[in-house]
């Protein structure tokens, strides 16, 4: 397994975008009675760029409101996730079908070493 080395300002912000993105497949999950009860999390770094998707199943197609108890205190998990992602200067795609998967990525920035002359 490899460690991805990024700044802690990335480091925060994808951990923020992993909680966000579970919380979400966990509550989907709990509402969920049929027996098809997963979640995949993938997190790679390809050139340069930080991919993470979020797959689970779910027992019909979302229209992305929240069904929390609350509502005003709640449903800005995937507001917060895209303001993330515009912040690196990356993507998201959200699809769904028989599961419910949120890709995305992120550019990581560059490190500017300041000590070399």
């Known amino acids: ?3 991805l080395q990024i700044n ?3 480091e925060f912000d994808c951990c923020t975008i992993i909680s966000n993105l579970l919380d979400n497949s966990i509550d989907e999950l709990k ?3 049929n027996n098809r009860q997963n979640i995949t999390l993938k997190i790679k770094d390809v050139n340069n760029n930080i991919i993470i998707s979020v797959v689970n199943d ?3 197609h979302k229209n992305l409101v929240t069904e929390k108890m609350n509502p005003g205190e709640h449903g800005i998990g995937l ?3 895209d303001t993330i992602v515009k912040k690196y200067n990356g993507e998201i795609v959200i699809e769904q079908d028989l599961q419910f ?3 995305l990525f992120l550019r990581k920035p560059y490190e500017i070493d300041n000590e070399k002359t």
Do not use: F, G, L
């Open 31 to 33: 509402r969920n009675h």
């Open 58 to 60: 779910i027992k019909q």
């Open 8 to 10: 802690q300002d990335i």
């Open 79 to 81: 507001t917060i996730v």
């Open 101 to 103: 998967k949120v890709s």
């Open 1 to 3: 397994m490899e460690t």
